[in-house]
DNA sequence: TTCCTTGCAAAACTTTTGCATTAAA
DNA sequence: TTTAATGCAAAAGTTTTGCAAGGAA
């Protein structure tokens, strides 16, 4: 993990503060898990991520994995997607966003605000109002 | 299960005929799922397919379940979900349209093509085309 | 007979939990 | 010292699979 990174990419250094501003104790493997994370906008598995932390010489568990990544979660530092039933996706980027998914090759692609419009959309039912809104366009590959 | 429903709606023997139509032989267990999915739009699982079958007096196992879910969906006579990361979702509504999701309550609910206008769609990656869209719209509850 | 389907149990996978140990404040 | 976090293993929940038995063509 390069400990200098271009400004804006959260370094271990950035991960720590950031995980103290969220009042989340910024303790070793959480601060590996952050800083792998955050490190870039990007879609990672549970798996994936013990993996990676694991290869580069880290020691954590399955469990504080899976705990860690709850609680970023619910902390607004990450993004938990469900786009294929299989597995949960964790997005770094938890700013409003889209996604493309191609599920041949189950690349997640992020796709911006910007890109898409809506000029309708339906009310929400009596008592209840809009919390966000989850679009996945699906790609197939063009014979 | 009724015998006798509004037209339209898919009573034991209209689900064997649409079966067989779709290439899937009607056996018995099959049509006692399709009878009970297609009888109207809904959103099931399968662990209460498998319990709406039994209190009903089927015999049909867990495996036959899963299977026959699975063949119907590769047919195209239902949709799986992933609306959330904990179970598959199958809904008997295979024509295009959205949902909201309510997260509390777990509702879900179906939106008509119609009801959603997008005037703007990002053009799919290079050597992609858009094979559907997955639009999702959370719901919370107005406090 | 031949092929397909079913049921059961077990396996596979992902995620959560209990609890003793360890680290942080 | 007191509280919270970690690791391990086991459990829990969903879905798939292997295989023998049963049913349809």
Redesign the pocket.
Known sequence: MELTGPPGAAGTNGCERRL?ECG???????VRIAALLLSAPQHL???QIIAQLRSAG??????????????FAAHGLIRQLSVD????WFDSNVEPHYHFHDAETGALIDVPVPAVEFSRLPPPPPGTEVAGIDLVIRLRRKM
Chains 1, 2 share one sequence.
């Open positions: 103290t989340v104790r910024p303790t070793a493997q959480r598995s549970a798996e880290a020691r954590v568990s399955k469990a504080t994995v899976y705990n860690t990544l709850n609680l039933g299989a597995r949960a």
